[in-house]
């Protein structure tokens, strides 16, 4: 076939010769622009994302953050209208399974690339990694860690039982409250009222009684493992914690209980490492209390997961899809992760983070530490009070016979065992 | 009026009352208390306590200085927002529904019942329910994110009330000055300025007070339907007392309670006597 040169083909050939730097020049020059809506408004969280915004900006990024202010319910109402409305934010902040379900509803961002080229798979904990890629691809980032079992002793109250050892097992756990007791402490466990307080008490005993049989029944909703002794065994360690607790809490925070809890009026409390930002704030000392791991009965710390992360969504424009690269590099960079745990009191996401330096709490290096012990012999676990072992209606089918068993004492173990099996096969 | 006996049945009875109006206020003294206490001052005492020194702060951080993520300007422009958005819509409500109730309870047409029972359906209608439609509307008129998105829906959604107050309120009204005033040549609106408007001050204080307060201390539209610098008071509200993870700032939240409270409490103080009064004219015939 003769080439033949015409005039036109000239003069679309240096049409496009010439438009080729401009059109690499355009997209060079593009500044990253992200719109992103979290729930994170105020105090220490709101801090937080406030100075993530910061460093965006730094790398020259215009930073767009639409906090929602509320919980969750709302966060997802606004997501929801601005999907229909066909202006999805570039990125919103989404946690646990819910990643999964609306990923189906809207167009999210491959991130495999940005995840591969920092190498962050291999510092995340497999079954939060899993979570963050649903369809077998990165389409999200998780940002920051709480456990929600940690331990929460209280210094005067452990000097009421004479007592000086830190609780390792379940039995050392109930010796210790037993003690606590007869040496004046009037409930030896602090409590609040709400429904992940009542939740985070089941979770714990479970995955601290078994965290295989955690991962089966909570975790996978297998039928046997619902049904399995495990589960009547931390009931019965439940309606033991609960026997230790102040009946006349309501559906309050557990910070209405703190200082009850560091005058030793109150001994131990089950609580996520957040509580420890909490006692800062408060006005009371590290010297007051001692945190460790949660209760484990084969001796290898449990971690039950709750973390929080960013869902990226589709969108065409060039420069918040630029935003949105820019942002998850960020969100998996160390130096940030580092800086919002400190903000926060979390711990990274990312295990090779050394917190041995200053800014770091004893709590949140003994969490941490308790975090790769935990995945080294596979007992870190998700969080079902906190929404991150199953989707919302099932979490929430699950709390309220957790929560009704907590407060209804007349109810027995294995009752509640068949009631929460039933719950399961309900809200399937 | 005059009488000052104090027989044991009239006792028991300001006894009743009184114990039944500690009850009610208690939990407002609980808020101006713990409004003038620090956190710190809550967290290592109780909830429930006499300030140890008055902590105005409090009032001076929850007016212009708390932060809602990056913006740090207390409540005060959330104030605003929500005036600009309560006050038209009230106005724009109240005065729809005098017109539309006049004419479904005055102007017999076909069809006038229908037209009534489906715009008072809306009242049964729940939030939630709404949502999406209207996520769709404020998107096919490009005014997600506005004000006046908001004051749209507020004025729509209120006719409801408006309808149904005005229009009970109407039909006391003889038809025969309807029909006088026809006789003497007045049309639709000239009756309505002339002869009904001047009738309506009792439901119109009703309807303004019930709008009012039902729109300044609405959450769910005024937290999706805007971002930002564009929400209304109850969202800077809510994002003082939602930080989970944190200690709860009960010193600057109950300070900014206060304040985000005062205009529908004014709004009470002023039209309060008649709010009664206009609720149960027509109600016994």
């Not at chain 1, 009222?193 to 078994?210: C, M, N, V």
């Not at chain 1, 909703?221 to 009547?232: Q, R, S, T, Y």
């Not at chain 1, 009026?265 to 957040?274: L, N, P, Q, S, Y």
């Not at chain 2, 927002?81 to 729809?96: E, G, K, M, Q, Y």
Request: net charge positive; with cysteine; charged share 15%.
């Amino acid at each position: 076939m003769p080439i033949s040169i015409t005039r036109r083909h000239l003069l679309a050939g240096s049409a496009a010769a010439l438009a080729m730097p401009a059109f690499a020049r355009a997209q060079g020059a593009v500044k990253p622009r992200l719109t992103a809506i979290s729930q994170w408004s105020a105090g220490s969280d709101g801090a937080a994302i406030t100075a993530l915004g910061k460093k965006f900006e730094e790398k020259g990024g215009i930073w767009q953050h639409s906090p929602v202010p509320g919980f969750t319910t709302e966060m997802m109402n606004k997501l929801r209208a601005q999907i229909i409305a066909g202006d999805p934010p570039a990125c919103s902040q989404l946690k646990g399974p819910e990643i999964a379900a609306w990923s189906k509803i809207a167009p999210t961002v491959d991130l495999d690339a940005v995840v591969a080229a920092a190498g962050y798979e291999k510092v995340v904990a497999p079954d939060l990694a899993k979570l963050h890629k649903p369809g077998g691809k990165w389409i999200a980032l998780p940002l920051q860690i709480y456990s929600t079992n940690m331990l929460f002793l209280s210094k005067r109250a452990m000097d009421k039982a004479k007592a000086d050892k830190i609780p390792v097992t379940w039995a050392d756990f109930n010796d210790l409250a037993e003690k606590m007791k007869s040496g004046g402490v009037t409930y030896p466990i602090a409590n609040g009222g709400t429904r992940p307080d009542d939740g985070q008490k089941f979770e714990a005993s479970l995955a601290g009684i078994s965290p295989a049989a955690y991962r089966a029944a909570i975790m996978n909703l297998d039928k046997k493992a619902l049904e399995g002794p495990e589960i009547k065994a931390a009931f019965a360690q439940v309606r033991k914690i609960a026997d230790w607790m102040d009946p006349n809490v309501g559906a309050q925070h557990f910070s209405t209980n703190l200082k009850r809890f560091v005058d030793g009026d109150m001994g131990m409390m089950i609580m996520g490492g957040w509580a420890q930002g909490v006692l800062r704030n408060a006005g009371f000392k590290f010297d007051d209390f001692i945190i460790a791991p949660g209760p484990s009965d084969n001796g290898k710390p449990v971690f039950l997961l709750n973390a929080d992360a960013f869902i990226f969504w589709q969108r065409k424009e060039p420069d918040l899809q630029a935003g949105q690269t820019l942002m998850a590099q960020l969100v998996m960079d160390p130096a940030i992760q580092t800086m919002y745990s400190q903000i926060t009191g979390s711990i990274p996401v990312r295990t090779d983070v050394d917190l041995s330096g200053d800014g770091w709490s004893e709590g949140q290096r003994r969490t941490a530490a308790a975090l790769k012990d935990a995945i080294a012999s596979n007992q870190a676990v998700l969080s079902v009070a906190h929404n991150m072992a199953q989707e919302n209606g099932m979490t929430a089918a699950m709390i309220d016979v957790i929560t009704e068993y907590v407060k209804n004492k007349t109810i027995k173990p294995e009752q509640a065992v068949t009631r929460l099996a039933e719950a399961v096969e309900g809200a399937r | 009026m005059r009488d000052r006996t104090f027989a044991p049945s009239r006792i028991l009875i300001y006894l009743i009352v009184s114990l039944i109006a500690a009850a009610w206020l208690a939990p407002l003294a609980v808020v101006v208390l713990n409004s003038l206490r620090t956190n710190q001052e809550i967290a290592q005492g109780s909830m429930i306590g006499w300030p140890q020194h008055l902590a105005w702060s409090n009032y001076a951080a929850a007016w212009s200085g708390f932060c809602v993520a990056e913006t740090c300007a207390g409540i005060r422009p959330y104030m605003l927002n929500s005036a600009l958005v309560t006050i038209p819509a009230t106005i724009f409500s109240t005065l729809l529904g005098a017109v539309a109730g006049y004419a479904v309870s005055l102007w017999r047409f076909r069809g006038d019942q229908w037209i009534y029972g489906i715009v008072t359906l809306g009242i049964f209608l729940p939030q939630q329910m709404r949502l999406l439609p209207w996520t769709i509307v404020l998107r096919d008129t490009g005014l997600m994110n506005t004000l006046t998105g908001l004051v749209i829906i507020h004025t729509i959604q209120g006719l409801s009330f408006t309808v149904l107050f005005c229009r009970n309120y109407y039909v006391a009204i003889p038809q025969e000055l309807i029909r006088a005033a026809r006789i003497d040549g007045a049309g639709f609106f000239r009756i309505f300025w002339r002869i009904i408007l001047p009738l309506s001050p009792p439901i119109l204080v009703v309807t303004v007070i019930w709008q009012f307060t039902h729109i300044w201390n609405e959450f769910l539209y005024g937290v999706t339907f805007t971002t930002g610098q564009q929400q209304p008071v109850t969202a800077a509200l809510i994002a003082l007392s939602a930080a989970v993870a944190d200690i709860p700032q009960h010193g600057v939240q109950s300070a900014a309670v206060m304040i985000a409270a005062l205009p529908t409490l004014l709004i009470y103080l002023i039209g309060g006597k008649y709010f009664v009064r206009g609720l149960t004219a027509g109600a016994v015939k």
